[in-house]
């Protein structure tokens, strides 16, 4: 009996649902064609381009939350989408534009960083992932408190 209901419950989680809604990205992105070695020449891949990855906000007061947006473009020839920013810590938090940003658009990449219960020098790095290659780009922020 064990067995049997186990089994029903593994089907059921094979099969999954089919309904819902579609992803708005389309799975045109699912074609990826880097590998270990890079990418195939002619393929056209976007490209994230920061005007800068460090930003140093100076001395802070304890407790100030402050923020600061890194201006990126797509210097790619193929629509660029960031799937994900995270932080080395949770006093830092990022955002960033959900949509596909085109060949030449830019945008930014808005990052906050809460003093609060912190005192010293502080390094903070923000991962951005993407469907750029390389897919991660590093931002860092630092400040004295």
Known sequence: MKKLLFCMLCGVMLCGCG????????????????SAEGYEKGTKMPKITFDKDL??????????NISYSFH??????????ITDCSATCG???ASYPKERIAPGADGYVTVTFNSRGKSGQQYQE???MSNAQPARTKLKITATI
């Open 19 to 34: 309904g819902g809604k579609s992803d708005e990205l389309g799975v045109d992105l699912v074609n990826n064609p880097n």
């Open 55 to 64: 930003h140093d906000f100076g001395r802070l007061t304890e407790g100030e």
């Open 72 to 81: 990126f473009r797509n210097t790619g020839d193929a629509d660029l989408i």
């Open 91 to 93: 006093c830092t938090v």
């Open 126 to 128: 923000v991962t951005v």
